[in-house]
């Protein structure tokens, strides 16, 4: 009996079991354009996802280069130090309107990572697909932003704006950063191991 006292001891239940479909993810990721992310919003995340079970299995619905589905471990494992925290809507999400989220994110599969964070169905940023996810559920999860509501004084910032845009760049152009969907007063966090 002790001994399986000991071996429940070292092997917990997984945190992921007390996620919901819809639930969204936060994380500092490891890529080259994080460190401008967290300087342009004044936040630890630069990444964010939203979680969806597929047989009883966890993935994270993510922008990435493509927009994929990854295991929800895969994730979290390629976050700076592990460190995430989940968020939930506040209110129930009926079955009906969960279908609808679930059918908008698997459409988004296969697109492009947008890179100059553009506000176009053609290609997609994590916090941007999280937004529409949201919206073919029936919520506004917060409002949009433009540009010029971010700090883009930063020189590296201003480096990497003039890498990607050339003449093309807005500041007026909508937007919505990880930061703004985690301090939505529409959200709570669920868990946070930062």
């Known amino acids: 009996m002790s001994i399986l006292i000991l071996l429940f001891s070292f092997f917990k239940p997984s945190q992921s079991q007390t996620f919901k479909d819809g639930d969204m993810i936060f994380h500092t990721s490891k890529s080259s354009q994080s460190q401008i992310i967290q300087k342009i919003t004044s936040s630890k995340f630069s ?28 994730w979290i494992n390629r976050g700076v130090g592990g460190k995430y925290v989940v968020t939930r809507y506040k209110k129930t999400i009926s079955k009906e309107d969960r279908d609808r989220m679930m059918y908008y994110a698997k459409r988004q599969l296969g697109k492009a990572y947008d890179i100059k964070f553009q506000w176009s169905d053609s290609k997609m940023y994590c916090s941007e697909l999280i937004y529409k996810v949201y919206v073919a559920g029936g919520v506004t999860l917060a409002d949009c932003k433009v540009f010029s509501d971010y700090d883009l004084k930063n020189p590296a910032v201003k480096k990497l704006i003039s890498q990607r845009y050339n003449e093309g760049f807005s500041k007026q152009e909508p937007v919505i950063s990880p930061v703004d969907l985690y301090e939505s007063n529409l959200v709570k966090t669920v868990y946070s191991n930062y």
């Open 47 to 74: 990444h964010c996802g939203i979680i969806f079970y597929k047989k009883g299995v966890p993935y994270v619905f993510e922008a990435v280069q493509p927009v994929k589905m990854t295991p929800l471990n895969v």
